[in-house]
């Protein structure tokens, strides 16, 4: 089985910074067939189910603010905020849609510092 | 628009059984690949199962044998039969669409429904 470790578990963030998270898998994620990495990042707020920012590890999602970037290929990936913004404010899981069992990582609670 | 309501949570006795079940508008439920994902409260998400447009189904270890995913295509619904219930099956249980054009991310959310474990 796939799993999905994330760091920091916790970070703050200064309004207007930029805030970076990772995600590593226990395993390539990476479809050699399509070059495509079967990875996505989530961003959930207190009280409401996650929301999809990016697929493919990189694409991502309609109407996502393009402060919201993904990168890497792999095992290796990494979520970036660049100018964190207060209603940015929330729980971030990287998540491998790659094979079964599906799996999270722990999640990165972003705060404002 | 697509709407996930999941409804059926309560509170439950361990080694009791329920059926959480979830109605899908504006998506078919038999052509998409459906999940269930739950939430411990205050923990991260975990991923419980899933059924395929083709009718498998995969499950986590932690429940397989537990659970049961299904669907009735008549009336557009994803079922989650749990038996055997446990204090650590608490949570919170999300019904979600995973998207084949995005490779299987989760594009789809319902609002959750709460399951509680205790005697």
């Known amino acids: 089985d796939i799993v999905m470790t994330q760091s920091p578990d916790s970070l703050a963030v200064s309004l207007g910074e930029r805030a970076t998270i990772n995600c590593r898998s226990s395993?390539?994620?990476?479809?050699?067939?399509?070059?495509?990495?079967?990875l996505a990042w989530y961003q959930q707020k207190p009280g409401q189910p996650p929301k999809l920012l990016i697929y493919?590890?990189?694409t991502r999602e309609s109407g996502v603010p393009d402060r919201f970037s993904g990168s890497g290929s792999g095992t290796d990936f990494t979520l970036t905020i660049s100018s964190l913004q207060a209603e940015d404010v929330a729980v971030y899981y990287c998540?491998?849609?790659?094979?079964?069992?599906?799996?999270f990582g722990q999640g990165t609670k972003v705060e404002i510092k | 628009e697509v709407q996930l309501v999941e409804t059926g949570g309560g509170l439950i006795q361990p080694g009791g059984s329920l059926r959480l079940s979830c109605t899908a508008s504006?998506?078919?439920?038999?052509?998409?690949?459906m999940s269930w994902v739950r939430q411990a409260p205050g923990k991260g998400l975990d991923w419980v199962s899933v059924?395929?447009?083709?009718?498998?189904?995969h499950y986590a270890e932690s429940v397989k044998g537990r659970f049961t995913i299904s669907r009735d295509n008549s009336k557009n619904t994803l079922y989650l039969q749990m038996n055997s219930l446990r204090a650590e099956d608490t949570a919170v249980y999300y019904c979600?669409?995973?998207?084949?054009?995005?490779?299987?991310?989760?594009?789809?959310w319902g609002q959750g429904t709460l399951v509680t474990v205790s005697s």
């Open positions: 979600a669409r995973e998207c084949e054009p995005f490779g299987l991310a989760i594009d789809y």
């Open positions: 504006g998506l078919t439920v038999s052509t998409n690949y």
């Open positions: 059924i395929y447009s083709t009718g498998s189904t």
């Open positions: 395993q390539s994620v990476l479809y050699s067939s399509n070059n495509k990495n079967y």
């Open positions: 493919w590890a990189s």
């Open positions: 998540h491998q849609y790659y094979n079964t069992p599906r799996a």
